[in-house]
């Protein structure tokens, strides 16, 4: 056994690479030796170390998939995202399709310039009509992010026309399951919102446009002609000239910015500036704070599973000491010393990897489970276990265990040999280490409450969130998107007409006690925006209009969604089109632009389609329309009667489980029109707590590590009181001997127990602290300084740390004085 450590080499001549290969094959032969001897040390450094790495695997493949591996295009670093900046609350917006163009004609810094937006279409032609999402894109969109069909060919720049063919590109799931994978799908007809399109190309499996993702693409068909007055709803992508950077952009852009102002200054009056940025980083934006706080978060538990192992280790190390002093004095060199007990250490590492990767492999099907509905969903789809994460995994394990087993590897090697091989040695060397023992316990205290600490934050931030009163009472109503299509019914009264029709339909229902419909439903992501001024005063310059949010309503909307009425009256089925304007606004709209006044009766003039100006005949209260965590922004309602859009939000309240009469309210509007299809189908309070599902999916995967930390940290401390009041057996009995009582001896155990974890607390808070400030992007309603989560968190900690202690303090009062001194 001892042959390894008496020389360079037993073969002379050998070369240094195959004497070092020999070696270390050597040492793992004797590691292997010495754990199975030790099967329960090994088991118990393999989990600490297993649950730390699969932690850190799992969340790093997500990190990986979602912000670090390029998106799935071709050059995808030239990609960019090209939007305006506004001069009040708006940090950007969508775009004008005459400003589009412009960009696209007259820009110098891009080769490719696109437009998209996201619309659901109707599919009929089947068994039954089915809505489907489709993303118009203009015809560089292809082309720019340079992905070849799998089948058939892109839209040609002819077809990107109103007068030219009505060409689509199906998905590959669109393919495969409405089409079952027909390879001479090429020219097949469709039918989608009642227009004849062709089938002339599917994508790949792969392909998808992060947080837009779509069954099939349409051409945009923009021209000149025919958006003179349209808002702005187009999402711009680009692609960089080689060797254009992002800043040469925005000159450029500013400069035509500059131009197309003195063309149209009305309607551009407010953008004060271009934004654009690298399209990765508009994708991952929302997500990337969160996910390197998780990815810290896991780090933190993997230092404290070292910590753990660290101690353990050096715990062993003082049963060794005399192991190892007769290995040095047989020869042994200092370095061949260490480079043993590394050995051993790594190859506890590597076993925690492997036991890591398994319950990363499942961890990572439990959190694509969890994932935010705001998460880039083309992403999360390539969220595995590839070469990159095994990669990942690998460095970790072995840079963990030189980690923790540096510290015990140069602890032992200063063995004093004739010191530990004298007799007694073994109980002399018994104190050697204890400091750094202490030092690794109030390390893991510290991490432990900086892990517990954050996840108190952002657990009292959330239950701030879940209990904000959104302005309406979800309870009970069911919802579901109904898109009009423009070629049945044409713009105008047939479209109001049409949606109050299938409103009243509804509302025919038993078990229905109230139905409306909003063009974009609170909290799902959307929202449209006007302009405005008073009629009674002088009209703002273009550049000084005021902007307010703005929904589209049927009459009954804001009984069936429980908004209270709070002066005048609710939309009329009498408020016809063509006849005077009715408006409502919010009770924050009204304090805004009638302060001090009654609104009721006085005239806005506003930028709608259909509707230039309009007498308020009602003020509601406030609702939650972009988040739950944002401001209630003043709101314009319209009806839908007088202004019609083609997106309707069924909400409907019900006495019954929303759910349950879904399939009656579909064939209701079957009824009404047999064609017509409806999609995203939920309760609100399925819409409530998908809005929050991001601060939610956060909170629990911290709690859930911050949990596992305070476990490791808890058996730290455990198993230094343990192992510390076995070594002082002697001492105890010598106590017990001179009159000591057992509640002496268990107080002493605690208090010392208490003063590590004291100390580690202190310093923790300390850290605390500081993150504090780098979560306050994430916290709602929570000071970054909270004192009831740090006092909370010391509570807590203090608490664990007495439970830690008192079997080690127990076992220790108990101690029999005649039989530890006879032992001795």
């Given amino acids: 056994m001892n042959q390894m450590f008496t020389g360079p080499s037993l073969v002379p001549g050998l070369p240094q690479s195959l004497v070092e290969m020999r070696e270390l094959v050597s040492d793992l032969r004797f590691a292997v030796r010495l754990f199975a001897k030790s099967p329960g040390f090994a088991a118990a450094a393999v989990l600490a170390l297993g649950l730390g790495i699969g932690a850190n695997t799992a969340i790093f493949s997500v990190v990986d998939a979602v912000l670090l591996r390029p998106l799935p295009f071709h050059d995808p670093d030239r990609l960019v995202m090209v939007s305006e900046r506004w001069n009040q609350t708006l940090p950007a917006s969508d775009t004008n399709p005459l400003n589009f163009l412009d960009w696209r004609e007259q820009n110098h810094s891009f080769e490719r310039v696109a437009a998209i937006f996201p619309t659901p279409l109707n599919l009929t032609g089947g068994d039954e009509p089915e809505q489907v999402a489709a993303l118009q894109v203009s015809a560089d969109f292809f082309p720019m992010l340079g992905v070849q069909p799998l089948i058939g060919h892109w839209f040609r720049v002819d077809e990107d026309r109103p007068t030219g063919d009505k060409p689509v590109v199906l998905s590959y799931g669109m393919w495969r399951e409405h089409f079952g994978g027909d390879t001479k799908i090429m020219g097949r007809a469709i039918s989608l919102n009642d227009v004849t399109y062709h089938v002339v190309g599917v994508m790949p499996r792969s392909f998808d446009l992060p947080q837009t993702p779509a069954d099939l693409w349409i051409p945009s068909e923009l021209d000149r002609a025919g958006h003179q007055t349209d808002g702005r709803y187009l999402t711009v992508i680009a692609r960089l000239r080689k060797g254009i950077s992002t800043n040469q952009a925005v000159a450029d852009m500013d400069n035509l910015l500059a131009q197309i102002k003195r063309s149209r200054l009305s309607f551009n009056a407010q953008v004060v500036g271009m934004r654009v940025i690298p399209l990765a980083e508009e994708i991952t934006g929302k997500v990337r704070l969160p996910l390197y706080v998780l990815l810290a978060a896991v780090g933190f538990v993997l230092l404290i599973a070292c910590a753990n192992v660290a101690n353990l280790l050096l715990m062993r190390a003082t049963v060794r000491r005399r192991e190892i002093a007769v290995r040095t004095a047989l020869g042994a060199r200092r370095w061949r010393l260490v480079r043993q007990l590394l050995t051993e250490s790594t190859l506890l590492s590597l076993g925690g990897g492997a036991l890591g990767l398994g319950l990363a492999s499942w961890g990572i099907s439990a959190l694509t489970m969890l994932l935010p509905a705001d998460f880039p969903l083309s992403r999360a789809n390539e969220i ?7 990669a990942f995994t690998l460095a970790v394990s072995v840079l963990t265990g030189l980690a923790f087993g540096l510290l015990p590897a140069l602890q032992i090697s200063q063995t004093d040999v004739g010191e530990s091989l004298k007799q007694g040695g073994l109980r002399s060397g ?6 750094l023992r202490s030092a690794l316990v109030v390390s893991e205290v510290a991490v432990a409450v900086l892990l517990l600490a954050g996840a108190g934050l952002l657990g009292r931030s959330f239950l701030h969130l879940v209990e904000v009163n959104p302005g309406f009472q979800p309870q009970h109503v069911l919802t579901m998107h109904m898109f009009v299509s423009p070629e049945s019914h044409a713009w105008g009264e047939p479209v109001g007409a049409y949606t109050e029709r299938v409103v009243e339909r509804i509302r025919a229902l038993p078990q229905v006690d109230g139905a409306g419909s909003i063009h974009f439903l609170p909290l799902s992501g959307k929202l449209s925006n006007s302009g405005y001024f008073r009629t009674d005063r002088p009209t703002p310059k273009p550049a000084d209009l005021p902007n307010a949010n703005l929904s589209v309503v049927t009459p009954g909307f804001f009984h069936a969604m429980g908004i209270r009425l709070i002066a005048g009256r609710e939309f009329r089925v009498s408020d016809r089109f063509g006849g005077p304007g009715a408006v409502v606004v919010s009770e924050s709209f009204a304090r805004r632009a009638f302060p001090n006044e009654n609104p009721i009766g006085k005239k806005l003039g506003i930028w709608w389609t259909f509707m230039e100006q309009g007498e308020i005949v009602g003020v509601v209260g406030d609702l939650n329309q972009v988040a739950m965590n944002a401001p209630r922004d003043p709101t314009i309602y319209l009806s839908a009667i007088q202004a019609p859009n083609l997106h309707a939000s069924l909400v409907i309240r019900t006495s019954a489980d929303p759910k349950s009469i879904a399939r009656d309210v579909v064939n209701a509007i079957h009824q009404v029109d047999p064609n017509q299809p ?9 819409v409530v707590s998908a809005s929050v599902a991001r601060p939610r999916f956060q909170t629990l995967l911290v709690g859930i590590f911050s949990c596992l930390a305070l476990l490791l940290a808890a058996l730290g401390i455990y198993s230094v009181m343990a192992y510390s009041a076995t070594q002082r057996g002697q001492e105890f009995a010598i106590r017990m001997a001179l009159g000591a009582g ?30 504090g400030r780098m979560l306050r992007n994430l916290l709602f309603g929570v000071p970054a300084h909270d004192p009831v989560t740090f006092t909370g968190t010391a509570i807590v900690l203090m608490a664990i740390a007495t439970l830690a202690c008192w079997a080690p303090a127990r076992r220790a009062s108990r101690t029999d004085p005649m039989t530890a001194l006879r032992h001795e």
């Fill in 430 to 435: 018994a104190g050697a280490g204890r400091a």
């Fill in 384 to 390: 595995h276990i590839d070469g990159g994460v095994l």
């Fill in 678 to 686: 409806v999609g995203d189908i939920a309760s609100m309070d399925e």
């Fill in 742 to 771: 057992a509640g002496q001896l268990l107080r002493t155990v605690i208090g010392e127990g208490l003063v590590l974890a004291g100390s580690g607390v202190a310093i923790g808070t300390g850290l605390a602290l500081i993150l």
